[in-house]
């Protein structure tokens, strides 16, 4: 396929906002039909904001590449509106319940709306077949903690990240934990070339940023693109909290085995760093070798971020008053 930007498709992102309010619409009427405490009015109002917001990012973008096609600039009222979802979207993140399904398709709907203001083709795709990939790998590690009667709790929908802080559901490490951790290392590469080479802002076209700003400023541009290339790290890490909530571990343990498996890739390149031959040959061994280190000081970063969008939970006071009428 074509690099990202290239060749904008903005029937693509259309396509992908469909494809996610589509989901959300599924999501929700298994959400309705469940027998846990969901039933709130107040938190499926949270739920259907996200997707107006997940529709009015779809509508956004298309608007704005119609507009610009036509030569008629950025509409002010799109600029507009796309600052305000992407200030908005994380307060609405904060604000649904703290239940493991809940947050993470919140997560989901909340992420996407950012993502679709910042894609131009089939880059947009990427972040629901990575989330539908970190949803099977989610349950798979749950079964599999069953089959071998590790566990007591029977379905995900029980799960709350508020109670991972608990240390008396922590157990002890085991082999399994090793194959876990890999695979947050894996999800984590792929993610880090999901939407292109990272290591060259050249593969980024800034028509990305087209419904914030069109006049060029490269630090806002620059922050923007960091923001996008973020978002599927984000989705990872969270997946990856999930995955220490419903294997009973504490978010420390599990996380010092990828530290040990990132020291172990780092020292790997350490020992291929070049000191002769061409400059590119030598640049490229070194650039290896600095990727690899800043990658494990970002996933130390994205696990604190995750822990923070999956276990805090922002209390409105008129919710409070409205239930004690």
């Not at 917001?53 to 008629?72: D, E, P, R």
């Not at 599927?232 to 995955?243: D, K, N």
């Not at 002769?276 to 494990?296: A, E, F, N, P």
Request: glycine letters at 4%; charged letters at 10%; hydrophobic letters at 50%.
């Amino acid at each position: 396929m074509p690099v990202v930007g290239r060749d904008p498709n903005i029937p693509l992102v259309i396509a992908a906002g469909l494809l996610t309010l589509l989901i959300s619409c599924f999501s929700l009427a298994s959400l309705c039909k469940s027998e846990n405490k969901y039933r709130d009015n107040e938190d499926l109002k949270v739920y259907f904001y996200q997707m107006f917001s997940v529709a009015l990012s779809t509508y956004v973008v298309s608007s704005t590449h119609n507009s610009l096609k036509n030569k008629q600039g950025l509409p002010v009222m799109n600029q507009i509106i796309s600052w305000m979802i992407l200030v908005s979207s994380p307060v609405l993140l904060l604000l649904s319940p703290t239940f493991l399904f809940q947050r993470l398709f919140s997560i989901l709907l909340s992420l996407m709306s950012i993502y679709l203001l910042l894609s131009t083709g089939y880059e947009a795709l990427f972040p629901l077949v990575l989330f539908g990939l970190m949803f099977v790998w989610v349950n798979m590690e749950q079964e599999a903690l069953q089959h071998y009667g590790l566990s007591r709790k029977p379905k995900l929908a029980f799960f709350n990240f508020t109670y991972a802080m608990d240390i008396t559901q922590f157990r002890q490490l085991h082999l399994d934990d090793i194959r876990r951790s890999f695979f947050f290392v894996f999800f984590i590469v792929t993610a880090f070339f999901g939407t292109g080479n990272i290591a060259s802002i050249n593969s980024f076209d800034p028509a990305s940023v087209y419904c914030f700003l069109t006049v060029f400023s490269p630090f806002m541009m620059g922050g923007l693109l960091l923001l996008k290339v973020a978002i599927p790290f984000v989705l990872v890490s969270c997946a990856f909290e999930a995955v220490q909530v419903t294997t009973q571990l504490s978010s420390k343990s599990l996380f010092l085995i990828v530290l040990v498996i990132s020291d172990i890739m780092a020292l790997y390149f350490f020992f291929l760093v070049k000191d002769y031959g061409s400059w590119l040959d030598i640049g490229t061994s070194i650039s290896h070798y600095v990727l690899v280190m800043s990658l494990t000081i970002f996933m130390m970063v994205m696990n604190g971020l995750a822990q923070l969008l999956t276990t805090q939970r922002l209390g409105l006071p008129r919710r409070t008053k409205h239930h004690s009428t």
